[in-house]
């Protein structure tokens, strides 16, 4: 089943926007890996490696339904913060514009009546209810912790814990 050439383009570009997504949070690690928060460097590492998934999941459902990926440049990311906490306010203001993605392809594919869009893209928004709690609990952490370097270990070595 093709898909309308309006709700493909949505698709086309939060490819691109997912790849791009994952290349924000390697820059993110790449910050922390030059500080002493490794487990903040490996919680980037992981939300880097779900972007790349979640993009992924969006090409098959384009080749699924008979149309061709294009592969759209990235630009390059900024790699240097003031702060865990700057880096994770700016993970957070990232989820909600892809939120906002998300339930733009959604509303289109409804409007466009195309169930099997609306199917693949229920799992996408239900994802970003959970991208936003993870990164909010993690900003939440970090403030408690008001600059007191053990605090912020012990959250960094929390965060090094995550599993993917």
Aim: with cysteine; charged share 25%.
């Amino acid at each position: 089943m093709l898909m309308n050439a309006k709700l493909l383009e949505l698709y086309q570009q939060q490819i691109k926007n997912e790849f791009e997504s994952a290349y924000i949070y390697l820059g993110m690690a790449a910050y922390f890996e030059t500080t002493p928060f490794h487990g903040f460097a490996q919680w980037m590492h992981i939300q880097a490696k779900e972007e790349t998934e979640h993009a992924m999941r969006l090409f098959r459902h384009v080749c699924d339904r008979g149309h061709q990926v294009e592969l759209r440049p990235i630009a390059g990311q900024k790699t240097a913060y003031g702060s865990p906490l700057e880096a994770f306010k700016e993970s957070l203001a990232h989820e909600r514009l892809v939120t906002q993605e998300i339930h733009e392809m959604y509303r289109t594919a409804v409007t466009l009546e195309d169930f099997p869009a609306q199917v693949e893209l229920q799992w996408f928004i239900n994802e970003q209810v959970e991208e936003e709690r993870n990164v909010q609990d993690m900003i939440d952490k970090i403030a408690a912790a008001e600059d007191r370097f053990p605090a912020m270990l012990a959250i960094d070595r929390i965060a090094g814990q995550r599993d993917e």
